[in-house]
Every structure is written in structure tokens, then in C-alpha cells.
């Protein structure tokens, strides 16, 4: 082993504790879904939580005296990213965890980067197509129907459930290319931008969830359980969280930083057996490891063609993925 080729130890450990610290937190937010889902309606459980993100991602703009945006059109931008972001696939893993296990939606959550791929090669032209890519896609459109058990039939509140959880995966895929194509190229910070989308999706859901479920409880009539979920949905979960992501952004790279979203279905997995004793059909962990293989090959982790004679290797285009507890960075990686 040569002085090139042994692991940076110190480096590693300038960023390996927040990478797991992040996995965890985005790993936890489908147990917290699942114990406020049991007491409010996933429309008010998604307003509650988005309004403590924004609360807490406007303190933190105000420490680092950063600002919202300003331009009109910037603003526009965000309203569909915001809905399509945070507002309605907050919402649906919400419903879906009424009818499935919470470790299964964290399974599906990590999907999104395969619904990504096609949507923004086909749709917002901000990605290309390659062999790879292609490879990538259809063996994690084998995982998923391999997690869905498509041979026992289809049909049942539990298979809904799965199908809501992967639509809320899909809204990620509308979101995340949309945002790339006309919100990173803007000028404002990661944080002020996540700032303004949880803003605008906190008056969406105030708007849309009395319309559905009625006006939302009061605090004070929730347990003490229900609450705590709700704060470490918005306040860690979406705060905190977004913080660590871009601390780990700037220490290990974006690359690195986005492999984030092969952890957080290992924690969602891990928790729910451990604090709820859910468990899984055999065909759903085996399938999510399909999954991950596809993402894999789509974003060249496995398969990338090796450094030529002079150290040149593939670029690499592949859509960032953002868990969906977080808010949408044009940098960051996604999980609920």
C-alpha cells in the first residue's frame, strides 16, 4: 500500500460522524411519521412539521445573517418545487404509513433517485442517458417489483400503501429536476432558498389541510409523544439535519455526501424492528437491495470505467438525491 493509495484517517473522521449522524436522523423520521400518524392526520402531521422546519431554518438564517430571496421569479420557482418537494410527499408517506410498515417506507424512499433519472433525461433535459444508466434503471424497476410482490397479486390496503409511498418518491422526481433546471443555478444560499420552499409549503398546507381534514388539533391536546415526533420532524429532522448535509457537502464532497441515501433504508429498517418490532416479508429487504444496486449502477458507484493513462475518468452527471425529511438543496442528498 503506497502513500497514495492509504484512506486520509483524519479526513475521515472530519466527516464520517455527521454522515452517520445524518443517516440516522433521515433513517428516524418514518418511526416519527408512524407514531404522529397516530394521533393527527397525515395533513395536519405534514403542516406541523414543515411549519417547525421552516421556524427553525429561519433562526438559523438569522445566526449566519443570511437572507430569503427577493426576486419574484425565484419565489415562482419554488412554489412548485415546495409542493412537489416537501408538501405532497411529506403527505403521502404519511398515508402510506397508515397502511404499511414504517421500514418499508423507508425502503421506498430510496427509490427516488431511479424516478429522478428518467424524469430528467426525458422531461427537463438536465441529465443524458448512457448503457449504464440504462442498466441502473431496469434493475431497480426489477427491485421494485420484486418489494412489491408483484406473483402474490396486487391489490389490499397494504398494497396502497406501498404504491402512496412510491408516489411520494415520484413527487422527488419531479422535484429534484425541476429544482436543478431553473432554481441551482440562482445566486442564494442552499439555506436561504430551504428556507423560502418550507415557508411557501407550511401556506400551501395551511390552506389545503383545513380544506380536508378540518382545522388542525391544538398543541396542547396532542400527547407528549405526538409532539416530540412532530419537533424532531421539523426541528431535527429539517434543521439540524440540513446543517450536517451541508457541513458534509463541504468536507467530503457532494459524491460522497449523497451515498448518505444507501444508509438511511438500513436505519429506517433497524429502528422500526427496534422501537415498533415491525417486520418484513422476505421478498421487500431483498428487493431494496436490488434497488440500491441499480442506484448504484445508475450513478457509476459500481461499473464506472477505470482512470485512463492519464487519470482521466467518466464525468459524472448523475441527479443528486434529497432525503425527504430534509428540504430541497440544490446540493444536498434526499430522505424523508
Known amino acids: 500500500m503506497t502513500v497514495d493509495s492509504t484512506p486520509d484517517r483524519a479526513a475521515l473522521r472530519s466527516w464520517l460522524p455527521g454522515f452517520l449522524a445524518l443517516a440516522a436522523i433521515w433513517g428516524s423520521s418514518f418511526l416519527f411519521i408512524k407514531i404522529g400518524i397516530g394521533e393527527l392526520h397525515p395533513l395536519h402531521l405534514t403542516l406541523y412539521r414543515v411549519g417547525a422546519g421552516a421556524l427553525t431554518l429561519l433562526l438559523v438564517l438569522a445566526v449566519l445573517r443570511d437572507r430569503l430571496p ?20 411529506f403527505t403521502l408517506f404519511g398515508y402510506g404509513e397508515q397502511r404499511v410498515e414504517s421500514m418499508l417506507a423507508g425502503i421506498w424512499n430510496a427509490t427516488t433517485p431511479l424516478i429522478v433519472l428518467p424524469l430528467a433525461v426525458l422531461v427537463f433535459r438536465t441529465e443524458r442517458l448512457t448503457a449504464r444508466r440504462a442498466v441502473g434503471m431496469a434493475l431497480g424497476f426489477a427491485g421494485v417489483l420484486v418489494v412489491l410482490g408483484v406473483w402474490q397479486g396486487v391489490g389490499g390496503a397494504h398494497f396502497t400503501g406501498q404504491l402512496m409511498c412510491l408516489g411520494a418518491a415520484a413527487c422527488y422526481g419531479v422535484a429534484i ?12 444560499s442552499g439555506l436561504s432558498l430551504s ?98 444496486l441499480g442506484v448504484a449502477v445508475s450513478q457509476g458507484l459500481i461499473g464506472r470505467r477505470r482512470p485512463g493513462p492519464a487519470g482521466v475518468t467518466e464525468p459524472s452527471t448523475a441527479p443528486a438525491t434529497v432525503p425527504a425529511a430534509s428540504p430541497v438543496s440544490p446540493t444536498s442528498p434526499r430522505a424523508v
Open 177 to 188: 429536476p425541476y429544482q436543478k433546471k431553473f432554481v441551482a443555478g440562482s445566486a442564494h
Open 195 to 292: 428556507a423560502a420552499q418550507l415557508l411557501i409549503a407550511t401556506a400551501q398546507l395551511a390552506i389545503v389541510a383545513p380544506l380536508v381534514a378540518g382545522a388542525p388539533p391544538a398543541p396542547t391536546g396532542l400527547s407528549a409523544e405526538v409532539l416530540a415526533s412532530v419537533l424532531a420532524l421539523g426541528a431535527l429532522g429539517t434543521g439540524l439535519a440540513f446543517v450536517i448535509n451541508l457541513r458534509n457537502i463541504r468536507v467530503a464532497g457532494a459524491s460522497t455526501a449523497s451515498t448518505v441515501t444507501y444508509l438511511i433504508p438500513v436505519f429506517a429498517v433497524l429502528i422500526g424492528a427496534l422501537a415498533l418490532d415491525e417486520q418484513l416479508a422476505w421478498h421487500q429487504p431483498v428487493g431494496a437491495l436490488v434497488v440500491l
Open 70 to 89: 427577493a426576486e419574484p421569479r425565484v419565489w415562482a420557482h419554488l412554489t412548485v418545487v415546495a409542493a412537489f418537494g416537501v408538501a405532497v410527499p
